[in-house]
């Protein structure tokens, strides 16, 4: 079952990287690194990657893995040095499928934005 989270988690982050239309060399070191440290193989990361726009985000059920998604998905976003209007909407729609109200999503966006910049020397 824990593979299942692990692995839907995972497509998601894929998804939101491949909203803008492309996915960057930053992203693809991003994804790497993630799928790196969840125990996900090289061949099925390039697979993912290779089917990017086909996948459907699925929603966690748990309020905190709802929280740590979004904060992974803002984090990814960012990684490329700017927050493309298709990677904010598509986390946008996300948060609120997910009944994060706006004012909560935008308030975890600002956290994690900051945290993200002080970390980064930005």
Request: glycine share 4%; net charge negative.
């Amino acid at each position: 079952m824990l593979e299942h989270i692990k692995l839907a988690h995972f497509r998601n982050l894929i998804s939101l990287s491949a909203a803008d239309g492309k996915i960057e060399e930053l992203e693809r070191v991003a994804l790497a690194k993630i799928a790196y440290e969840k125990g996900i193989p090289l061949d099925r990361l390039n697979l993912m990657l290779d089917r990017a726009d086909e996948y459907k985000f699925l929603i966690p059920l748990d309020d905190s893995e709802k929280e740590k998604q979004l904060a992974d998905m803002i984090e990814l976003a960012l990684v490329d040095g700017e927050f493309a209007p298709a990677e904010r909407e598509l986390i946008n729609i996300v948060g609120e499928k997910l009944g994060v109200s706006k004012e909560a999503l935008d308030k975890l966006i600002d956290t994690v934005t900051a945290a993200y910049r002080q970390a980064n020397g930005q």
